[in-house]
């Protein structure tokens, strides 16, 4: 395969997004980084829940699958456990990551499948218009909320680092470079990577101004091995760290299960005739 | 001929239901036919345990049969259970260290001290069990060696000194029957020089059958009646090197399920009734993408939580309809273990070739029933797989393109020129989300029609017993065998019944069954579940009104017998006259 540009890496469907969304920076550097990659489109699957996120598979050259709210991180683990050799990229909104699909994160860390997941995270739903999510801040006020909401935010990094998923990262669709290179490193992981993505909605929740002086990157010294770091990053208030905040290769759920079919075979593949003897 | 029913009971967790399986074991080595049902404990430990055997030397076992021939009762609690099922003139082999029977003259009855055997002349209380076989195996003439060879292989990795203990218990029970008991009956188990039977349950047969279709990823969550599923292919799929995943719940073990299936494997899972309720909202998905899978729902008795560990046929609706919009899919009824093994490779078979998402029922009763089946011939069974785009079909890709019979070549990752995305978004042909009505009637009829390709298939229905019945019997999934036992037994007392059992559930085989009940005036329905599930669907479906449909429907718990089918039968030819 001749190496594609980003612009390659795209299909000519247009996105329904709103100009100005977040999620077209997302694209973009998911682009980038196929390209830098070098990725062979027909062995990559993007799979996506629903929202305006879930929206992206089609815009990329490559096997797609648009699923259920909520669910794409089974189905990805499907797909790639059917096909160790493909590349799977899972993505979505935080209201499908973190709410409806909220209980399979942990389960992604205890297996961790070499599958990247990008959350594209922007405080609210954005499909359903504008309602609040489990990121949004406390006192939100929208449509299903008139008063405000009550419940405070949950901390996606912290989450991912309690349950111990092997690579935890953030960007920003609006730092493009260093969201491309935290694709990259996350496609170099062997193992699960969450990237929780901040990604303004500009229609229903526009944080394009309040956002940029909140942000900043994780120090150069920050040992990506160091756990108990990690935490203490992630849980700041004063700052939005991003980058990379805890990385740890163990061994990938695709190659554990290799190794039990072989510890399973012993001598050889049995034959089901052989399987039938057990029972006469 | 000898067709006898032996029935066990005792305490849970002391070893009742093993002693019927070692029993059972050894009579299908003689080449007998076996059909067995048991009924669990509800607790972990304690309570009561019971395994019923029927062991016959006929070409086919169709049901549990009706009352005992002989009950091996461990304990008062099983005597009063089950004495009144014995037959009059049966007989009771009881433990008379732990109880003595009413005195009455209506069965015959041999009093062993298994206990006191086991502890005065082994020195091991749990060895009872042994001591019982033995005496079972003096009484009704099954070689005491075949005992002691499934010991050998059963416990011979305990250790030889364990081994020889069990040895001397099956000795010390020939030993007593052989100087205290008068035999007074005439019932003999006869090896028939037959090939030895697989004695499988349901469940393992099911898992065979999956493991033959080409099962390559399974996914599930534990839930009674259907984690033997789980557990069986948890140590054999390995093997065969496909993978299998537990899932953190039911909505999980499809999503891998649909992911496996789109990358190109064959994929299933099983589950009960309450993850069947999980899963269908990505039923929908399935259908709506088009892509193949297996989902196993084992039946228990519901709704909710229900009672886990009995069976009812009450998932039916669910099972056809679950789900919001109308997503199509293949449903069938698997009704013994023999077709357990069959109709997988045939649920695979459908999903592959229609490439559709087919749930397959079964139920508490049959999940657990053991039978003896011929082992399969594996070099002879047709194999199918979905259709793959051509080279001509590649050069200008559309995943969902209608073609003459609905089924669009699936292209798998991993394929040039291939691409597409899925989505359970309405879609065109090529794939790409479409909001307009008239696509979405085209791509929905499409999707319904494709199925029904399913209905040409010659297995759909079975017949039994006479071709123009006076009174039809039309039961689902595993009532076939009772069904076909009572249609025998009516029609050798002069009767004309007949028995139309579909394997098909949905698309419904209306053609298959209108076709058949040409000139018959009544269908007696005989399910378990409340409200008549199948018979409801089966008058929707008859192009002639004056068939009068009998439904004999009752909640979960105990299958219906044989009798009982026989006379609503019977009742139903009454009323011709
Ligand atoms: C089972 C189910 N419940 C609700 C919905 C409606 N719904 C669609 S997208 C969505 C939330 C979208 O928010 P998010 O996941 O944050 O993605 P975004 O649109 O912001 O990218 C909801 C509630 C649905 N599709 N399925
Ligand atoms: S509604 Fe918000 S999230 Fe959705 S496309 Fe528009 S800007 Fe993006």
Same mark, same amino acid.
């Given at each position: 395969?001749?190496?594609?540009? +980003?612009?390659?890496?795209?299909?000519?469907?247009?996105?329904?997004?709103?100009?100005?969304?977040?999620?077209?920076?997302?694209?973009?550097?998911?682009?980038?980084?196929?390209?830098?990659?070098?990725?062979?489109?027909?062995?990559?699957?993007?799979?996506?829940?629903?929202?305006?996120?879930?929206?992206?598979?089609?815009?990329?050259?490559?096997?797609?699958?648009?699923?259920?709210?909520?669910?794409?991180?089974?189905?990805?683990?499907?797909?790639?456990?059917?096909?160790?050799?493909?590349?799977?990229?899972?993505?979505?909104?935080?209201?499908?990551?973190?709410?409806?699909?909220?209980?399979?994160?942990?389960?992604?860390?205890?297996?961790?499948?070499?599958?990247?997941?990008?959350?594209?995270?922007?405080?609210?739903?954005?499909?359903?218009?504008?309602?609040?999510?489990?990121?949004?801040?406390?006192?939100?006020?929208?449509?299903?909320?008139?008063?405000?909401?009550?419940?405070?935010?949950?901390?996606?990094? +912290?989450?991912?680092?309690?349950?111990?998923?092997?690579?935890?990262?953030?960007?920003?669709?609006?730092?493009?470079?260093?969201?491309?290179?935290?694709?990259?490193?996350?496609?170099?992981?062997?193992?699960?990577?969450?990237?929780?993505?901040?990604?303004?909605?500009?229609?229903?929740?526009?944080?394009?101004?309040?956002?940029?002086?909140?942000?900043?990157?994780?120090?150069?010294?920050?040992?990506?091995?160091?756990?108990?770091?990690?935490?203490?990053?992630?849980?700041?208030?004063?700052?939005?760290?991003?980058?990379?905040?805890?990385?740890?290769?163990?061994?990938?759920?695709?190659?554990?299960?290799?190794?039990?079919?072989?510890?399973?075979?012993?001598?050889?593949?049995?034959?089901?005739?052989?399987?039938?003897?057990?029972?006469? | 001929?000898?067709?006898?029913?032996?029935?066990?009971?005792?305490?849970?967790?002391?070893?009742?239901?093993?002693?019927?399986?070692?029993?059972?074991?050894?009579?299908?080595?003689?080449?007998?036919?076996?059909?067995?049902?048991?009924?669990?404990?509800?607790?972990?430990?304690?309570?009561?345990?019971? #395994?019923?055997?029927?062991?016959?030397?006929?070409?086919?076992?169709?049901?549990?049969?009706?009352?005992? @021939?002989?009950?091996?009762?461990?304990?008062?609690?099983?005597?009063?259970?089950?004495?009144?099922?014995?037959? @009059?003139?049966?007989?009771?082999?009881?433990?008379?260290?732990?109880?003595?029977?009413?005195?009455?003259?209506?069965?015959?009855?041999?009093?062993?001290?298994?206990?006191?055997?086991?502890?005065?002349?082994?020195?091991?209380?749990?060895?009872?069990?042994?001591? =019982?076989?033995?005496?079972?195996?003096?009484?009704? !003439?099954?070689?005491?060696?075949?005992?002691?060879?499934?010991?050998?292989?059963?416990? !011979?990795?305990?250790?030889?000194?364990?081994? /020889?203990?069990?040895?001397?218990?099956?000795?010390?029970?020939?030993?007593?029957?052989?100087?205290?008991?008068?035999?007074?009956?005439?019932?003999?188990?006869?090896?028939?020089?037959?090939?030895?039977?697989?004695?499988? $349950?349901?469940?393992?047969?099911?898992?065979?059958?999956?493991?033959?279709?080409?099962?390559?990823?399974?996914?599930?969550?534990?839930?009674?009646?259907?984690?033997?599923?789980?557990?069986?292919?948890?140590?054999?799929?390995?093997?065969?090197?496909?993978?299998?995943?537990?899932?953190?719940?039911?909505?999980?073990?499809? !999503?891998?399920?649909?992911?496996?299936?789109?990358?190109?494997?064959? =994929?299933?899972?099983?589950?009960?009734?309450?993850?069947? $309720?999980?899963?269908?909202?990505?039923?929908?998905?399935?259908?709506?993408?088009?892509?193949?899978?297996?989902?196993?729902?084992?039946?228990?008795?519901?709704?909710?939580?229900?009672?886990?560990?009995?069976?009812? /046929?009450?998932?039916?609706?669910?099972?056809?309809? !679950?789900?919001?919009?109308?997503?199509?899919?293949?449903?069938?009824?698997?009704?013994?273990?023999?077709?357990?093994?069959?109709?997988?490779?045939?649920?695979?078979?459908?999903?592959?070739?229609?490439?559709?998402?087919?749930?397959?029922?079964?139920?508490?009763?049959?999940?657990?029933?053991?039978?003896?089946?011929?082992?399969? @011939?594996?070099?002879?069974?047709?194999?199918?797989?979905?259709?793959?785009?051509?080279?001509?079909?590649?050069?200008?890709?559309?995943?969902?393109?209608?073609?003459?019979?609905?089924? $669009?070549?699936?292209? #798998?990752?991993?394929?040039?020129?291939?691409?597409?995305?899925?989505?359970?978004?309405?879609?065109?042909?090529?794939?790409?989300?479409?909001?307009?009505?008239?696509?979405?009637?085209?791509?929905?009829?499409?999707?319904?029609?494709?199925?029904?390709?399913?209905?040409?298939?010659?297995?759909?229905?079975?017949?039994?017993?006479?071709?123009?019945?006076?009174?039809?019997?039309?039961?689902?999934?595993?009532?076939?065998?009772?069904?076909?036992? =009572?249609?025998?037994?009516?029609?050798?007392?002069?009767?004309?019944?007949?028995?139309?059992?579909?394997?098909?559930?949905?698309?419904?085989?209306?053609?298959?069954?209108?076709?058949?009940?040409?000139?018959?005036?009544?269908?007696?329905?005989?399910?378990?579940?409340?409200?008549?599930?199948?018979?409801?669907?089966?008058?929707?479906?008859?192009? @002639?009104?004056?068939?009068?449909?009998?439904?004999?429907?009752?909640?979960?718990?105990?299958?219906?017998?044989?009798?009982?089918?026989?006379?609503? =039968?019977?009742?139903? $030819?009454?009323?011709?006259?």
């Amino acid at each position: 395969m001749s190496k594609m540009t +980003a612009v390659q890496y795209k299909t000519k469907i247009e996105p329904v997004w709103c100009p100005g969304c977040g999620d077209f920076g997302v694209l973009n550097a998911l682009c980038n980084a196929l390209s830098v990659k070098e990725v062979d489109p027909k062995n990559m699957v993007f799979v996506s829940g629903i929202g305006c996120s879930g929206r992206l598979p089609p815009y990329v050259q490559s096997y797609g699958f648009h699923t259920v709210h909520g669910r794409v991180l089974p189905i990805a683990t499907g797909i790639k456990v059917g096909n160790p050799d493909l590349t799977v990229i899972a993505v979505g909104g935080d209201g499908d990551a973190f709410a409806i699909g909220g209980g399979h994160i942990p389960h992604m860390a205890r297996r961790n499948p070499s599958i990247v997941y990008i959350v594209m995270d922007n405080g609210t739903y954005g499909l359903t218009k504008g309602q609040a999510s489990p990121t949004g801040p406390l006192g939100m006020k929208t449509g299903a909320s008139p008063y405000g909401t009550v419940e405070p935010p949950l901390n996606p990094i +912290a989450m991912a680092l309690a349950y111990d998923a092997s690579f935890v990262a953030r960007g920003y669709s609006g730092k493009n470079k260093e969201l491309e290179a935290l694709i990259v490193r996350a496609m170099n992981h062997r193992g699960f990577s969450i990237i929780d993505v901040i990604s303004p909605c500009i229609t229903f929740y526009n944080t394009y101004k309040e956002l940029p002086p909140q942000l900043a990157a994780i120090p150069a010294d920050h040992d990506v091995k160091d756990r108990a770091k990690a935490f203490e990053l992630a849980l700041r208030d004063d700052k939005i760290h991003l980058g990379v905040f805890y990385e740890n290769e163990r061994p990938a759920f695709e190659d554990r299960l290799k190794e039990t079919a072989d510890k399973a075979r012993g001598a050889g593949a049995p034959k089901l005739d052989e399987i039938f003897l057990e029972f006469a | 001929m000898s067709d006898i029913v032996f029935r066990f009971g005792g305490e849970g967790g002391e070893g009742v239901i093993s002693t019927g399986e070692l029993f059972t074991t050894a009579c299908a080595r003689s080449g007998l036919e076996i059909y067995t049902f048991r009924s669990y404990p509800a607790e972990i430990k304690g309570g009561h345990a019971m #395994i019923q055997v029927r062991v016959a030397d006929v070409n086919i076992l169709l049901s549990r049969g009706g009352t005992a @021939d002989v009950l091996v009762a461990f304990n008062k609690e099983a005597y009063d259970r089950h004495y009144k099922e014995l037959r @009059d003139g049966g007989v009771l082999v009881y433990d008379n260290t732990d109880f003595l029977p009413d005195e009455d003259t209506r069965t015959i009855k041999y009093p062993i001290p298994f206990n006191k055997i086991a502890m005065e002349d082994i020195g091991i209380r749990l060895t009872k069990n042994m001591v =019982a076989l033995g005496a079972l195996s003096e009484l009704f !003439g099954i070689p005491q060696d075949k005992f002691k060879e499934i010991c050998r292989e059963k416990f !011979g990795k305990k250790g030889e000194a364990v081994l /020889q203990k069990n040895f001397l218990a099956i000795e010390a029970g020939v030993k007593y029957v052989q100087q205290n008991v008068k035999k007074a009956d005439s019932l003999r188990v006869q090896p028939s020089g037959r090939q030895p039977r697989l004695v499988l $349950s349901g469940n393992e047969a099911l898992s065979l059958g999956a493991l033959a279709a080409g099962l390559n990823v399974y996914a599930g969550y534990p839930i009674t009646p259907a984690s033997t599923i789980l557990e069986f292919l948890a140590r054999e799929l390995p093997k065969t090197g496909g993978s299998l995943i537990q899932t953190e719940d039911e909505i999980a073990a499809l !999503g891998v399920v649909c992911g496996a299936s789109f990358a190109g494997k064959k =994929a299933m899972t099983a589950t009960s009734g309450p993850g069947l $309720s999980l899963m269908v909202e990505m039923l929908g998905l399935a259908a709506m993408t088009e892509l193949p899978l297996v989902i196993v729902d084992a039946q228990r008795a519901g709704p909710s939580t229900g009672m886990p560990t009995k069976t009812e /046929q009450s998932d039916l609706m669910m099972a056809i309809h !679950g789900g919001h919009g109308e997503a199509p899919r293949i449903v069938l009824g698997l009704t013994s273990v023999e077709d357990c093994f069959y109709g997988m490779i045939r649920a695979f078979n459908m999903a592959e070739y229609y490439q559709t998402p087919v749930i397959v029922l079964t139920d508490q009763a049959l999940a657990q029933r053991e039978a003896s089946i011929v082992k399969p @011939d594996t070099s002879h069974l047709e194999i199918l797989t979905r259709r793959l785009p051509t080279a001509a079909d590649l050069a200008d890709y559309q995943r969902y393109k209608i073609t003459p019979d609905n089924i $669009s070549p699936m292209a #798998i990752p991993g394929m040039p020129d291939g691409f597409y995305s899925a989505t359970g978004i309405e879609h065109t042909e090529a794939g790409g989300l479409n909001y307009e009505p008239a696509n979405h009637g085209k791509m929905i009829e499409k999707r319904w029609k494709k199925i029904e390709g399913v209905l040409k298939q010659p297995w759909i229905t079975k017949n039994y017993g006479t071709p123009n019945p006076e009174v039809a019997i039309i039961g689902w999934g595993s009532e076939e065998g009772v069904i076909r036992e =009572a249609v025998e037994n009516g029609n050798k007392e002069g009767m004309k019944l007949g028995a139309m059992h579909p394997k098909i559930l949905w698309p419904f085989p209306t053609e298959a069954i209108n076709t058949y009940l040409k000139g018959v005036k009544r269908v007696v329905v005989p399910e378990l579940n409340y409200s008549g599930q199948f018979a409801k669907i089966l008058k929707q479906n008859l192009q @002639d009104r004056n068939i009068d449909v009998i439904s004999m429907a009752k909640p979960g718990g105990i299958p219906w017998s044989p009798a009982e089918v026989l006379a609503q =039968a019977k009742e139903a $030819s009454k009323h011709y006259v």
